[in-house]
């Protein structure tokens, strides 16, 4: 079973749609969590971390339920620009290492 | 700042071949990061570092090496260059091994 498990789509929606993504990890001893977007052939970007109490900035709304394990993304009001990939990404404790999930391909068309 | 930066941003290898892929950073960050990305795979882990000085193996080091003399500098060595090395090959640096910074990214090809 990999760490990091994401629906790879793609999701196909019209400009203005809500989206969400959900992304599972398997080892329990997880402490941190995050969302990256990565743009066709450019290097991956932090969008956004991932807090237990859940977060929004602006349209995105991130979740976290431990007890399932899984993490969530929603888009609200999705726009062109928000087409991309967007990675699951997730430390253990005290590791320096992040696990990295292999995307959830988003498209928005006009 | 300039961020992180890799150095080439394309390179074409012959099987067998030797070369460096150059990765800097100017954010005095302690610990960095070499990764490959297969084409529709998510970043495979290939060392690491969190130092000067000190540097680890990652989820795939077979066929790599690195090196780590200073906090600004990992560059990652391939010796004997193969068809299974083609990817893309990112570099990242992070202050606290929270979030990640990442370089632009070198594309590999090996014949």
């Known amino acids: 079973r990999k760490e990091v498990e994401q629906d790879p789509g793609p999701f196909n929606v019209p400009e203005g749609a809500t989206v969400a993504f959900n992304c599972t990890y398997s080892n329990s001893a997880s402490q941190s969590f995050f969302w990256y977007r990565q743009d066709c052939r450019k290097e991956p970007k932090l969008l956004m971390s991932v807090y237990s109490s859940g977060n929004e900035d602006g349209r995105f709304t991130a979740q976290l339920n431990r007890a399932s394990q899984y993490i969530s993304l929603l888009i609200r009001d999705s726009k062109l620009s928000d087409s991309a990939t967007y990675l699951c990404?997730?430390?253990?404790?005290?590791?320096?290492?992040?696990?990295f999930g292999s995307g959830t391909r988003l498209l928005v068309r006009p | 700042n300039a961020g992180v930066t890799q150095t080439p941003k394309f390179r074409i290898l012959k099987i067998g071949q030797s070369m460096t892929l150059q990765c800097a950073q100017d954010?005095?960050?302690?610990?960095m990061y070499w990764y490959r990305q297969d084409p529709g795979m998510g970043l495979k882990l290939i060392y690491y570092?969190?130092?000067?000085?000190?540097?680890d193996k990652g989820e795939v080091p077979n066929g790599y090496n690195v090196s780590r003399s200073t906090t600004e500098d990992f560059p990652l060595r391939l010796e004997l260059a193969a068809p299974s090395q083609t990817s893309v090959y990112f570099c990242a640096s992070s202050q606290r091994g929270n979030e990640q910074f990442f370089g632009p990214g070198t594309r590999l090809t090996v014949l």
């Open positions: 990404v997730v430390k253990s404790g005290s590791s320096y290492k992040l696990i």
């Open positions: 570092s969190v130092g000067a000085g000190i540097t």
């Open positions: 954010m005095n960050h302690n610990y």
